[in-house]
């Protein structure tokens, strides 16, 4: 069985920064290449960062590009974002997953997801 636990949300005023982790319970982590995505309320679940197995390669959505920044740390099972300069428009709950076959931007390319953390940024 495999468990995400996401941390690190919280209010921040536009501008700011927040560092999401995602921690990881089950089978082996290193396996997998790893996503964020974020869901505000009334709109669809989007991608924002994935990143892959070895942390070799990073993908960004254009809106968040330049101002996020995933890593991940295999020795313990955690993936972050780092999120800087913070817009109200970047509001909802992030979830990290893991991913399986299927283009690293769409949802239904990944298996395991976390419950989620609500990020909330004021202007």
């Known amino acids: 069985q495999v468990q995400l636990v996401e941390s690190g949300g919280g209010l921040v005023q536009a501008g700011g920064s927040l560092r999401l982790s995602c921690a990881w319970s089950?089978?082996?982590?290193?396996?997998?290449?790893m996503g964020w995505f974020r869901q505000a309320p009334g709109k669809e679940r989007e991608f924002v960062a994935a990143?892959?197995?070895?942390?070799?390669?990073?993908y960004y959505a254009d809106s968040v590009k330049g101002r996020f920044t995933i890593s991940r740390d295999n020795a313990k099972n955690t993936v972050y974002l780092q999120m800087n300069s913070l817009k109200p428009e970047d509001t909802g709950v992030y979830y990290c997953?893991?991913?399986?076959?299927?283009?690293?931007?769409?949802?239904?390319?990944?298996?395991?997801w976390g419950q989620g953390t609500q990020v909330t940024v004021s202007s």
């Open positions: 997953a893991t991913r399986g076959n299927g283009g690293y931007w769409e949802p239904t390319s990944y298996s395991y």
């Open positions: 089950g089978r082996t982590f290193g396996i997998y290449g």
């Open positions: 990143i892959s197995w070895n942390g070799g390669n990073t």
